[in-house]
């Protein structure tokens, strides 16, 4: 079995800065993709962007390219998602997910994920 703990959320204000973690237990890692994603209140899960575990592979959405960066430390099995410039939109609860392949193929696709953390709010103040 594979636990997800994401911690990091909080109140931050349009154009600071926040950085979620996502520390992960149970299995080894070395062959999963890690992806993040969000809902925000009456609105579908929303893919935000993710990593291969092994390599330097990324991936994001348009909505977040350019803002948001996905990094991983190994030696810790944690992965982070780095918000900059947030905006108002960007308010939701974020969660990380593993998916127990190497292949990125539908890496975009919520349900392609086995396993998912508690999720942590974000709140982007205007």
């Known amino acids: 079995q594979v636990q997800l703990v994401e911690s990091g959320g909080g109140l931050v204000q349009a154009g600071g800065s926040l950085r979620l973690s996502c520390a992960a237990s149970?299995?080894?890692?070395?062959?999963?993709?890690m992806g993040w994603f969000r809902q925000a209140p009456g609105k579908e899960r929303e893919f935000v962007g993710f990593?291969?575990?092994?390599?330097?592979?990324?991936y994001y959405a348009d909505s977040v390219k350019g803002r948001f960066t996905i990094s991983r430390d190994n030696a810790k099995n944690t992965v982070y998602l780095q918000m900059n410039s947030p905006k108002p939109e960007d308010t939701a609860v974020y969660y990380c997910?593993?998916?127990?392949?190497?292949?990125?193929?539908?890496?975009?696709?919520?349900?392609?994920?086995?396993?998912w953390g508690q999720g942590t709010q974000v709140t982007v103040s205007s």
């Open positions: 149970g299995r080894t890692f070395s062959s999963y993709v």
């Open positions: 997910a593993a998916r127990r392949s190497t292949v990125v193929g539908g890496a975009t696709i919520p349900w392609k994920y086995d396993y």
């Open positions: 990593i291969t575990w092994s390599g330097d592979n990324t």
